[in-house]
């Protein structure tokens, strides 16, 4: 077994501290669930060529993994509606209202400090 860690997107979405050939797995795998269910690791599975097939880890993981999941789809839907709410504005008038917001909000917070 080799050891292997993997960042995504500045999270550690799957730290993947095991790495088995797939040939190895096949009769130890009862032994490898038991040892990532008390450790809480999770196992990569290579092929031949060293190619992932397959990621082995215990639920509590996959658990949180999927709820990552669904918080990365809801935020993508806000931002497919927010593009399309906005398909048909051209892009400089979007930016320029953009920026007017920003500045708007600026003011805002800084009217609030000063008369805090």
């Known amino acids: 077994m080799r050891i292997r860690s993997r960042l995504t997107n500045k999270q550690r979405i799957l730290d993947v501290s095991q790495t088995m050939k797939i040939k190895d797995v096949g ?3 009862s032994q490898l669930v038991r040892s990532l269910r008390s450790s809480n690791e999770t196992c990569e599975v290579t092929d031949e060529s060293g190619q992932t ?3 082995v880890l215990p639920a509590e993981r996959y658990e949180s993994y999927q709820a990552y999941q669904r918080w990365r789809e809801a935020d993508f ?3 497919d509606e927010v593009a399309e709410a906005f398909k ?3 892009p400089d008038e979007l930016e320029a209202r953009i920026n007017q917001a920003v500045e708007e909000v600026n003011a805002e917070r800084n009217a609030r400090r000063a008369t805090a």
């Open 88 to 90: 048909d504005v051209d």
């Open 53 to 55: 097939v397959a990621v």
């Open 77 to 79: 839907a806000i931002l």
């Open 27 to 29: 009769g130890r795998f």
